[in-house]
């Protein structure tokens, strides 16, 4: 990778929701954005709700077996 190429990034954090419209459109402005999403807060469910702990770790497998793929075939 050098300087100039264009690279896709993801990334999470947390905003307090009344920044969330002016970041949202600082975003739209500034940048070519893929994706923008809010993300639900699962945490109670993932603690009270095992079949939802579950699917969470089946996403996680998921997501690091393609990652690796993706890593070993580029």
Known sequence: MVGTDIVTVNTTFKIQAGSLVELENW???NLDVVGFRIVPNTEK???EDAM???LVK???DA???KEKYINNHL
């Open 63 to 65: 997501r690091v077996a």
């Open 52 to 54: 939802f702990k579950k």
């Open 45 to 47: 469910l993932y603690e």
């Open 27 to 29: 975003l739209y402005a």
């Open 58 to 60: 089946i996403e996680r």
